[in-house]
């Protein structure tokens, strides 16, 4: 009985967790359009409708997966066929993978039983973040070299180079968070900010590792190749790269893969940075103010709070993304390797070290 | 101290073994706007040679406006530069009035001043919109795109009653005087459109650091080979040789009004933008100069031989009919001999060399395209550089196919 149960809400939070984050791309996609219009001075999609509703265009993603699902699954004859069409789900997987470890709530109590809201609490967390965004390169580097043709070839390279560099400076960019909150699971992560700093302010990641932060921040867009580092697909330059040769279906799993590490990435930074599920001065009794003010609210209330935190700030990110993208151009190819490792990778080290004296002269 | 070696590869030799890769960029490629073909040597992302071909667009201009009337290949002009095709429409009938050797009326220089400069601004604002679009900032492109769209909504259209195709002016003079309330329009569109787009798009793009990174330095050109290989407009003057023919040749009335040829240092990408961003803002200037001088008049030459007669002398006797017949028949009557003139349209000298033999229409036309030494000047500007600097250089060039191919 009791392991139907587990199996039970095991399978809940898989679904749960991917069903909300797979609507989350869907309506991500039609923000990244509307949201673009809206800073372009124009009206974005409105045509699509159902039973005469527009609803500012929601209904346009709906009808591009339709579209995508109906046409032609074409392959051309010149490419490789099974990593060709290998390349799409190696694209894709990993990203879906790794919300497996990100916790969208405090562990809830049901029937006498502790449920941590996150579909596996790994003790390894971050490390196993790392290793499955070290994987999505494969996607790319393979739908390069499995088309078989000159500008998918070039984006592959581009990409390759660009998200292994990347890579470097994302994942020394958190070891400060780490040393900081002494672990690398993500629950205890999470649960380490929701303490105060000198009493007044939210220990979240940001405030203790400002350069990492930033550092985080910009190896993430590198990494899910969102302009200024938009370069694998570069559509001006290498007609649309590593996906110029794909259609129908295969094309639509690049462009979900690419909007799910979207979502991945703002989740990873809210975790990381900005406490999670973590609520401002929110216990799981109430609010507790610094001033000794405290307001009690009911543990439904609570959960609530916190899962809506951690989605504002998701949503936040997610909209930041977009911002950025339809407001600075694209880099060089070179100066993307440049800051990655003469800028990027220096200053990460250097945000290592300035860590380790502070948590010495601390402790 | 050690000394760092650079190693430095030999003009077409790579590094190892191999082939460099051939990659055709065009005739039909997001980033070439138009139909031309760039077939680039690639080493790497590295350019190592690089050959431009063109002739996709090729409609025989020169060839067609043979068999066509002196004021039928007004139209045939709207279609050399069909970003600017007003700009395009005066320089052609200036060459046949040089030709004829009559001078049009005050009012007449005054509108095709306007004209032009408005056609000025839009062609810099699709030139840097595109080339911020290669760049991958799209939204400039929209910033530029709207006061475009207010100047034709607002000013072409209700002048010419078409976008594209306008055909305006006429052999000694234009084809109708301005539409009642234009000047109060222009004025209108000036202060609450393009003033506020130029300044939003300076604000975006020019004191950013990876606008910066991407344009400084790339595709570079000294005056001496700017001038070499025939470059022209905003590219000559951001090799820092300030040579506009507006100031230095002087037509129409521009000897009347007060503006400044802006000229970059390093004839680079970034010196492209800026000098087009400042001749946006001169050109501004110059409207409103011209419409505050404004004046009044006919707008068409008081001589019957260029002039169709008023419509009630067509209908009311024979000899206007006849008249009417005859213009529209034969054409113009033009001297013969030979002649160039140019303007400075929006991409630099559009020149037109005619030679006719008297009557009707035109014995030859060569057209004189800025384009031309602009695309042929690519290899120089590219080669040694990367991809995506070969995408910002073509961008911020402004190759129009319509013009480079005729």
């Given at each position: 009985?009791?392991?139907?149960?587990?199996?039970?809400?095991?399978?809940?939070?898989?679904?749960?967790?991917?069903?909300?984050?797979?609507?989350?791309?869907?309506?991500?996609?039609?923000?990244?359009?509307?949201g673009a219009a809206y800073m372009q001075d124009r009206?974005?999609?409105?045509?699509?409708?159902?039973?005469?509703?527009?609803?500012?265009?929601?209904?346009?993603?709906?009808?591009?997966?339709?579209?995508?699902?109906?046409?032609?699954?074409?392959?051309?004859?010149?490419?490789?066929?099974?990593?060709?069409?290998?390349?799409?789900?190696?694209?894709?997987?990993?990203?879906?993978?790794?919300?497996?470890?990100?916790?969208?709530?405090?562990?809830?109590?049901?029937?006498?039983?502790?449920?941590?809201?996150?579909?596996?609490?790994?003790?390894?967390?971050?490390?196993?973040?790392?290793?499955?965004?070290?994987?999505?390169?494969?996607?790319?580097?393979?739908?390069?070299?499995?088309?078989?043709?000159?500008?998918?070839?070039?984006?592959?390279?581009?990409?390759?180079?660009?998200?292994?560099?990347?890579?470097?400076?994302?994942?020394?960019?958190?070891?400060?968070?780490?040393?900081?909150?002494?672990?690398?699971?993500?629950?205890?992560?999470?649960?380490?900010?929701?303490?105060?700093?000198?009493?007044?302010?939210?220990?979240?990641?940001?405030?203790?590792?400002?350069?990492?932060?930033i550092?985080?921040l910009v190896?993430?867009y590198a990494?899910?190749?969102r302009t200024p580092f938009d370069l694998?697909?570069g559509e001006s330059e290498?007609?649309?790269?590593?996906?110029?040769?794909?259609?129908?279906?295969?094309?639509?799993?690049?462009?979900?893969?690419?909007?799910?590490?979207?979502?991945?990435?703002?989740?990873?930074?809210?975790?990381?940075?900005?406490?999670?599920?973590?609520?401002?001065?929110?216990?799981?009794?109430?609010?507790?103010?610094?001033?000794?003010?405290?307001?009690?609210?009911?543990?439904?209330?609570?959960?609530?709070?916190?899962?809506?935190?951690?989605?504002?700030?998701?949503?936040?990110?997610?909209?930041l993304f977009i911002w950025v993208r339809w407001t600075i151009p694209r880099f060089r190819y070179d100066q993307v390797?440049r800051l990655?490792?003469?800028v990027?990778?220096?200053?990460?080290?250097?945000?290592?070290?300035?860590?380790?004296?502070?948590?010495?002269?601390?402790? | 101290?050690?000394?760092?070696?650079?190693?430095?590869?030999?003009?077409?030799?790579?590094?190892?073994?191999?082939?460099?890769?051939?990659?055709?960029?065009?005739?039909?490629?997001p980033a070439?706007h138009?139909?031309?073909?760039?077939?680039?040597?690639?080493?790497?992302?590295?350019?190592?040679?690089?050959?431009?071909?063109?002739?996709?667009?090729?409609?025989?201009?020169?060839?067609?406006?043979?068999?066509?009337?002196?004021?039928?290949?007004?139209?045939?002009?709207?279609?050399?530069?069909?970003v600017s095709?007003?700009?395009?429409?005066?320089?052609?009938?200036?060459?046949?009035?040089?030709?004829?050797?009559?001078?049009?009326?005050?009012?007449?220089?005054?509108?095709?001043?306007?004209?032009?400069e408005f056609s000025r601004i839009i062609d810099h604002m699709v030139c840097i919109g595109t080339n911020m679009v290669d760049l991958g900032a799209l939204t400039n492109f929209w910033y530029f795109w709207k006061p475009r769209e207010e100047v034709?909504?607002?000013?072409?259209?209700?002048?010419?009653?078409?976008?594209?195709?306008?055909?305006?002016?006429?052999?000694?003079?234009?084809?109708?005087?301005?539409?009642?309330?234009?000047?109060?329009?222009?004025?209108?569109v000036i202060e609450h459109v393009i003033l506020p787009a130029i300044a939003d798009v300076n604000a975006l793009l020019t004191k950013n650091r990876i606008f910066i990174e991407r344009t400084m330095g790339v595709g570079p050109i000294t005056p001496?080979?700017a001038?070499?290989?025939?470059f022209t407009g905003p590219c000559l003057r951001a090799a820092g040789v300030p040579l506009d023919?507006r100031k230095?040749?002087?037509?129409?009335?521009?000897?009347?009004?007060d503006f400044d040829v802006p000229v970059g240092e390093e004839g680079d990408t970034c010196d492209r933008y800026m000098v087009r961003m400042e001749e946006m803002r001169q050109s501004v200037r110059i409207i409103l100069?011209?419409?505050?001088?404004?004046?009044?008049?006919?707008?068409?030459?008081?001589?019957?031989?260029?002039?169709?007669?008023?419509?009630?002398?067509?209908?009311?006797?024979?000899?206007?009919?006849?008249?009417?017949?005859?213009?529209?028949?034969?054409?113009?009557?033009?001297?013969?001999?030979?002649?160039?003139?140019?303007?400075e349209a929006a991409n630099g000298?559009?020149?037109?060399?005619?030679?006719?033999?008297?009557?009707?229409?035109?014995?030859?036309?060569?057209?004189?395209?800025p384009?031309?030494?602009l695309?042929?000047g690519?290899?120089?500007l590219c080669?040694?550089g990367m991809i995506a600097d070969l995408i910002a250089v073509l961008g911020s060039v402004n190759i129009i196919?319509?013009?480079?191919?005729?």
């Amino acid at each position: 009985m009791s392991g139907l149960f587990d199996l039970a809400v095991a399978v809940a939070r898989i679904a749960i967790m991917l069903i909300f984050c797979l609507t989350f791309v869907v309506v991500l996609t039609w923000a990244e359009r509307k949201g673009a219009a809206y800073m372009q001075d124009r009206r974005g999609p409105n045509r699509a409708k159902i039973l005469g509703l527009t609803l500012g265009g929601i209904f346009h993603p709906l009808a591009d997966a339709i579209k995508f699902l109906f046409k032609e699954d074409f392959i051309p004859d010149h490419v490789h066929r099974l990593f060709y069409q290998m390349a799409p789900m190696f694209a894709l997987a990993p990203a879906l993978m790794t919300i497996a470890v990100i916790p969208f709530g405090p562990p809830v109590t049901i029937a006498g039983k502790t449920i941590p809201l996150q579909i596996a609490d790994l003790n390894v967390g971050i490390l196993y973040v790392f290793a499955m965004s070290g994987l999505t390169v494969y996607g790319v580097i393979l739908a390069g070299w499995a088309s078989n043709s000159k500008y998918p070839l070039l984006g592959g390279l581009r990409s390759s180079a660009q998200m292994i560099s990347y890579e470097v400076s994302l994942g020394l960019s958190i070891i400060g968070v780490v040393m900081v909150f002494r672990s690398v699971k993500l629950s205890q992560i999470v649960a380490s900010q929701g303490e105060l700093l000198w009493g007044i302010v939210p220990q979240w990641g940001v405030v203790v590792q400002p350069l990492g932060f930033i550092l985080f921040l910009v190896a993430l867009y590198a990494e899910a190749n969102r302009t200024p580092f938009d370069l694998p697909e570069g559509e001006s330059e290498i007609v649309a790269g590593f996906h110029t040769e794909y259609g129908s279906f295969k094309f639509s799993m690049f462009m979900m893969a690419e909007y799910f590490h979207l979502v991945v990435g703002s989740l990873l930074v809210a975790t990381l940075f900005f406490g999670g599920w973590q609520f401002p001065y929110l216990a799981s009794s109430g609010f507790v103010l610094p001033g000794g003010f405290s307001i009690g609210l009911p543990g439904a209330v609570v959960l609530l709070l916190r899962i809506g935190a951690l989605f504002a700030k998701v949503v936040f990110f997610a909209w930041l993304f977009i911002w950025v993208r339809w407001t600075i151009p694209r880099f060089r190819y070179d100066q993307v390797m440049r800051l990655g490792w003469k800028v990027m990778l220096p200053l990460s080290l250097l945000n290592i070290f300035a860590t380790g004296i502070a948590l010495l002269l601390v402790a | 101290m050690t000394e760092v070696v650079t190693y430095k590869r030999e003009a077409g030799k790579l590094d190892m073994q191999a082939e460099p890769m051939l990659l055709n960029i065009g005739p039909s490629h997001p980033a070439t706007h138009a139909t031309l073909r760039l077939i680039a040597e690639l080493d790497g992302e590295t350019i190592l040679k690089l050959t431009p071909e063109f002739g996709y667009l090729h409609r025989c201009f020169e060839k067609e406006s043979e068999s066509h009337t002196w004021t039928q290949v007004v139209t045939y002009t709207d279609r050399l530069n069909y970003v600017s095709p007003l700009m395009n429409n005066v320089g052609y009938a200036m060459a046949v009035e040089k030709l004829c050797g009559i001078d049009v009326t005050e009012r007449c220089k005054y509108i095709r001043v306007l004209i032009s400069e408005f056609s000025r601004i839009i062609d810099h604002m699709v030139c840097i919109g595109t080339n911020m679009v290669d760049l991958g900032a799209l939204t400039n492109f929209w910033y530029f795109w709207k006061p475009r769209e207010e100047v034709y909504m607002h000013l072409i259209e209700p002048l010419t009653g078409t976008r594209l195709t306008t055909g305006y002016t006429r052999i000694g003079g234009m084809a109708w005087d301005l539409p009642d309330g234009w000047e109060e329009k222009a004025r209108g569109v000036i202060e609450h459109v393009i003033l506020p787009a130029i300044a939003d798009v300076n604000a975006l793009l020019t004191k950013n650091r990876i606008f910066i990174e991407r344009t400084m330095g790339v595709g570079p050109i000294t005056p001496k080979d700017a001038i070499a290989l025939g470059f022209t407009g905003p590219c000559l003057r951001a090799a820092g040789v300030p040579l506009d023919l507006r100031k230095d040749e002087t037509y129409l009335v521009y000897d009347r009004f007060d503006f400044d040829v802006p000229v970059g240092e390093e004839g680079d990408t970034c010196d492209r933008y800026m000098v087009r961003m400042e001749e946006m803002r001169q050109s501004v200037r110059i409207i409103l100069q011209a419409l505050d001088q404004l004046p009044g008049g006919p707008v068409n030459v008081d001589d019957p031989r260029f002039n169709l007669p008023p419509k009630q002398e067509v209908y009311g006797s024979i000899e206007g009919l006849m008249n009417h017949f005859k213009h529209i028949m034969d054409g113009v009557q033009v001297p013969a001999g030979e002649v160039y003139s140019a303007t400075e349209a929006a991409n630099g000298e559009l020149g037109y060399y005619i030679v006719s033999k008297g009557g009707g229409g035109p014995y030859k036309i060569k057209v004189r395209p800025p384009c031309f030494p602009l695309f042929q000047g690519m290899p120089r500007l590219c080669e040694g550089g990367m991809i995506a600097d070969l995408i910002a250089v073509l961008g911020s060039v402004n190759i129009i196919a319509g013009e480079l191919d005729r």
